[in-house]
Structure formats: C-alpha cells, structure tokens
C-alpha cells in the first residue's frame, strides 16, 4: 500500500547521490538504511513546513515519510521497506521504485540496486520541494516532474495505468464516493482463481490510488463534514481521452 509519490522521488534523489560513488550498484540493505535515514531529517522538516502553513490533511507534505522521535526506528524500517526496496528470502525485491520501473537489481548473495534510464531522468529534474522552488505549500512536484510520471506510466507501468483509468471511469459514471467506488471498481477486477480481493483490501487499494493520483493532480478530494468524494480534474479527463 503506497499512499503518496513524493517518497518515490526523494528516494530516487538518493539513489543516484549514493550510485555516483557506487556506480556498479549500491548494496540494497545499505541504501535502505542511509536513504531512511536521511528521509526522517526531511519528514521532520516537512513536518514543520505543514504546521507553519496550516496545511489540511489532504494535502499534507509530510505524510509518508518518517520522522523522529519515539517510533523512529519503525517509521524508518517502513519507509525502508516501502519506498526504498526489501528483498524476500526467494531474492525477489519489492518496494514502490521497483513497481513504477524506476529502478532495478542485480540479483546475487548481497543485492545491489540500480536506477533505471527512467529513475536517473526523474532523479536528476528539478523538484520545489528538494530544489527550493515551490509556488505554493502544497506543491510537491514540477509540471515537467508530473508529466514525466504521467507519460512514463501510461506507457510501462501496465498496472498503475489500468488503476488510474478504472478510478478514472469510476468518477465519470458517478461512482465518487468510497463505497459506491469499491462497489464499481470491484466489477472492474479481472477475475481469476488465485486471488480473493476482500472488501478491506480492495479499499486500502482505491485509497492510495486516489492518495497517488492526487499527488499527481489527476483527482481531488471533495470534503463535506466527515463526508469524502472524489472529483476529476482537467489533468486527469485529458490523461482518460489520451495518455501522456
């Protein structure tokens, strides 16, 4: 479950610092610790730039990361694990760079990590957050960064392209709210015989597609009181009618 993009561009950051040095490959477990690391000095400080600006929940900057303080040590495992990369006992790697095809590895006793042709280009833009730009509190990527993710996923990233779509179509036939969402995006599934999506799961799914497709400017969140709905964007019709 992966609630928000601007880890994944801030880990990229600090693969191809850590791949200047290293550029065979950088040892998984290394990178992991020194990436998590730093992303806790970074949660703290966006921790302090959402308060300083009054930033509602919805957009806030600091969710995701870690920060420091007395569950540090579980915060940073989980950033570690979720937005840099984990490896299981079969050797495979998992994490939200490898799913976006933003990096890769070589697989042998110690696993070393890559950044795709793609995740250098994403590394090396310029982000108002990490480059010191930004034209509002809430921006977290540039137009360039946003569009490259954009035109990269409806591309090469198979999976995360048919979520936007189907949480796309959803909104426009009405399907807005989070029940009435799950209950059309669970039509939308392929069925097959090794996979039992459970209503929970389903929606821990929806909820950071939308957290995603948010950071990305594809969706809103409409709040009334305690009630939530979801709206398309100019962004997110033009990426339905053609990609990117």
Known sequence: QYNRLLPAKVSCRGLARLLLGQP???????????IAEEATALGDFLTHHDKRNSIAR???LSTAFPSSGENSHKSRSRYANQFVASVNKQGQVSGLLIDLKLIN?????ATRLMLTAVGWQFATMANPILDGFQETPTQKFS?????????????SVPVEDFAYRAVLTAITEG??????MDEALLERVPRDTTRNFSKSFLSSQRSGAISRMTDLGLVARVRDGVRVSYTATDIGEEYMRNGR
């Open 143 to 155: 137009e360039q960064e946003r569009d490259f993710l954009l035109s990269h996923i409806s591309r």
């Open 24 to 34: 065979k490959g950088i040892l998984l477990e290394e990178a992991a610790r020194r």
């Open 175 to 180: 399907h807005n709210t989070p029940d009435t």
């Open 58 to 60: 919805d957009g806030l």
């Open 105 to 109: 590895y070589r697989p042998a006793k």
